[in-house]
């Protein structure tokens, strides 16, 4: 267990912020909207845990509470069923249950939130109901904003590769000396050095997807490592060593992610940075792991729609209509051919780099230089598909490596190239392209190929090609 004086330094941190910082609205005293459920940890008895209906709470109580963001991890058979709330659990946890039916992951985040002197703690496994018909999983989602958002602060148990591997424990502790310098003034000389890259970055829970949005809409977060602890906040990085990392000295992307009224530092960066971060978010989120691959919708709708609502654009997974062309030409990492995710449900269509399982990159191009095509729009009628003309490749031939296709003219040369992201052929002559941008005689073009229906296509892949070697052939057609 962590001692008094760690605790203290938690606190510190949080009381700090709460007195100087403009980072959490949810200080001390005010009305914070809590989730549906949460966790009261406040019982005199601090291994009795109640679960909690927050409409039933009075309105003038202390309702700052503390979020967990975690890695489940690969759960034993029946260990879900054990530790997580059901409809069949429910009313026993409504009345009171112990911390010992937690997995360690989960008891620590109690303890911690415990010597907080914080009552409530919220964790989507014990607060949100884990049925198969997700009946009260699926409205809980669009509330993950206000969830993390609203947060007195984020717990990040970033040590903890699991449920069951807590993060309290170290096998190690610091060592440090006092020393006095010349005008008496006491130093401390610490032998751990500060790697947040190491401890936070590269941690498992970063591999995680749910956790992206989870860390960016949080205003505060601790992060426990397996080495240091962190306190993450819009001023910057505090280190258990008592250094400070300035924000700025993070790289302007990760100074973005530290915004607590995120994206309004991303907007007033201009409209180049903008872009460029939209990428580098959806780039990284794609390569994220995702225990449901169908979750790839949901688990950054948060951030999303709050860069739509920002932006004051519509938003269609993944892509913004703001900066349609530029969120539109994206294409595989790699050399394999992307897999269509069965959404089953939902209806994500091709053009959206959420239709499909595995990381993406955003089509180089460089800031300034290129036309954007002005026809091409979402559809009003069909909301879920695009509106625009086909044309046609023509006197032009390629040749086929892997993924990759270079286009030649007649006499064999290279006048632009393609790649094919999902299966369906490579066959030029029957596809068709969708022109998104120009540049210095070359068209941006997304490769489609018709459907059963005559004026729907769908997106197979992604290219460039010398404007003189395609032609127009249809126009008001929907790419699906």
Known sequence: MASSSYFELLGAWLGRCDQSHNCSKCKEGTNTTLPTRVIYVGDPNPDILVLLCSAELDASSDRRYIALSYCWGNLESGAENRFCTNSQNLHHRLKSFSIKELPKTLQDAVRVTQNLGVQFLWIDSLCILQDKDKKDWEPEVPRMEDVFASAYCTMAATSATNSSGGFLERHS?????????????????????????????NAVLKTRGWVLQERVLSRRTIHLSKNQTYWECGEGVHCENLTRLESPSLGYKRYFLLDPEFPDRLLQS???????????????????????????????????????????????????????????????????????IDYKIQDVLSWSWMAYN???????????????????????????????????FWDCRMKQKATQCAILDSEGTKIGSLQYDVEGGADIHFHRYVVVGRRRGEYYILVVKPRIMGDEYERIGVGMIHANYVSRERVDVRIV
Not at 176 to 196: K, S
Not at 281 to 291: G, Q, V
Not at 381 to 392: H, P, S
């Open 173 to 201: 502790e610091s060592r440090f000396i006092q020393v006095q310098d010349g005008p008496g003034r006491m130093l401390y000389v610490c032998e751990d050095v500060e790697d947040f890259d190491n401890d936070v970055e």
């Open 270 to 340: 201009g409209y180049r940075r903008t872009v460029d971060f939209i990428h580098f978010l959806f780039e990284h989120y794609s390569k994220r792991d995702l225990t449901y691959k169908t979750d790839k919708v949901v688990a950054i709708s948060a951030l999303e729609a709050r860069i739509a609502r920002t932006l004051k654009c519509e938003k269609r997974y993944g892509i913004f209509e703001r900066f349609l062309h530029q969120t539109l030409l994206w294409q595989s990492p790699g050399k394999e051919k992307m897999e269509r």
């Open 358 to 392: 595995g990381g993406l990159k955003f089509v180089d191009i460089p800031f300034f230089t290129a036309g954007w095509i002005k026809h091409l729009r979402f559809d009003e009628m069909r909301k879920n598909a695009l509106v625009t003309e086909v044309g046609r």
